[in-house]
T-cell receptor, first 111, second 114 residues
């Protein structure tokens, strides 16, 4: 059974801090790793990382895939209160196109 | 235009009732999904529907049944609702044929069974 584990489960920081969220996985025949941000409603897509695209960046957010360590990190620099959300990691693998989700990291950014 | 739309947004109903949640996507995606998110925010796949192929998570009770009248719609029907069915249900879609596993989610339906 595929496993996706995120850490930490929750994180409280102050505005301006830099945070690193972790996602590790045990899957058969890795295809891609996805990061989502969920605020009050639906998760919104952030990044997709594959063997051919192991690093992505968008503004203050960046993500790296380490296929050797079977993990990924999501970095957020100069955090803002608007970054407060649950960050979800999901991994697509094997013959299935259905990603397995981790349990998420809850990030709270205080002013 | 909303890319993936679900209705209703909120649903409060009594145990034993039968209810449906509708989902429509206008992205032209080839695959649609239903997820259940529990109180601890864990997203669990319930069904996926791709090119007339339905994949069912075997842990989902058979009181839940998806219905897809066409590629743009995947509705969720629930029979004999139970208290434990209370959760937020998300519909999502993706274009699997291009290798893009990134989902677009609907805004969710919060189901409360009393």
């Amino acid at each position: 059974e595929d496993k996706v584990v995120q850490s930490p489960l929750s994180l409280v920081v102050h505005e301006g801090d830099t945070v690193t969220l972790n996602c590790s996985y045990e899957v058969t025949n890795f295809r891609s790793l996805l990061w989502y941000k969920q605020e009050k409603k639906a998760p919104t897509f952030l990044f997709m990382l594959t063997s051919s695209g192991i690093e992505k960046k968008s503004g203050r957010l960046s993500s790296i895939l380490d296929k050797k360590e079977l993990s990924s990190i999501l970095n957020i620099t100069a955090t803002q209160t608007g970054d407060s959300a649950i960050y979800l990691c999901a991994v697509a693998s094997g013959g299935s196109y259905i990603p397995t989700f981790g349990r998420g990291t809850s990030l709270i950014v205080h002013p | 235009d909303t890319a993936v739309s679900q209705t209703p947004k909120y649903l409060v109903t009594q145990m034993g009732n039968d209810k449906s949640i509708k989902c429509e996507q206008n992205l032209g995606h080839d695959t649609m999904y239903w997820y259940k998110q529990d109180s601890k925010k864990f997203l669990k796949i319930m069904f996926s529907y791709n090119n007339k192929e339905l994949i069912i998570n075997e842990t989902v009770p058979n009181r839940f049944s998806p219905k897809s009248p066409d590629k743009a719609h995947l509705n969720l029907h629930i029979n004999s609702l139970e208290l434990g069915d209370s959760a937020v249900y998300f519909c999502a879609s993706s274009q699997v044929s291009t290798g893009n596993y990134g989902y677009t989610f609907g805004s969710g339906t919060r189901l409360t069974v009393v």
